[in-house]
């Protein structure tokens, strides 16, 4: 059974831009465990730095793209603004229910809401995809982490695992290990 990791912004953030040894720990970790990181579009993008140059580059994550040992997701069906009936797909309506979910427990609704809901949406679209994953979420916003353990069984998926770093620091010393990307009966 293949395990999938999804990442959110802050938990790179919290490693730090390419070249440093939380990264490369990672990255050794992540090849032990025999599996990769997946992380939406809006992450990747977030994470973009624009600068002065034509072309964009992505101190955080391009290195690991280019190693083999991160995806990023085509781009996430849905429009915040939309209403969802019934021919609505799955993953689509796992974002809309997120960020509902999300706006509601924030103080800042609509803030990062909708770029956040991107991670219970592709956790959603992975499992709609393959036949025997398991989903393992990794976030330092506790209100994500309670989206990505709750919204994904709605759907029928239970194989889900949503993994909290409270304070995000902590991923710097907790997130690069085998252990982490690895699913456990804990």
Known sequence: MYTANIADTVIFRSLGKHPNPRLKALRSAVQKAETEIWVPATVYHELTDAGNNDTPANPYLDPAIEAG?????????????????????????????????????????????????????????????????????????????EACARIPPEFGYYDIESRYYNPPQTAKTKFPTVDQLKWSNR
């Not at 103080?107 to 679209?125: Q, T």
Request: hydrophobic share 40%; proline share 5%; aromatic share 8%.
């Open 69 to 145: 040992w991160l995806r990023v997701a085509t781009p996430l069906p849905g429009d915040r603004r939309a209403e969802f009936d019934s021919s609505t797909g799955p993953v689509e309506q796992a974002r809309v229910v997120a960020d509902e979910f999300l706006n509601q427990q924030s103080k800042y609704p609509e803030m990062n809401n909708w770029r956040d809901a991107a991670i219970v949406a592709l956790a959603v679209r992975l499992f709609e995809e393959n036949t025997r994953i398991r989903v393992i979420t990794h976030t330092a916003d506790q209100n994500l982490a």
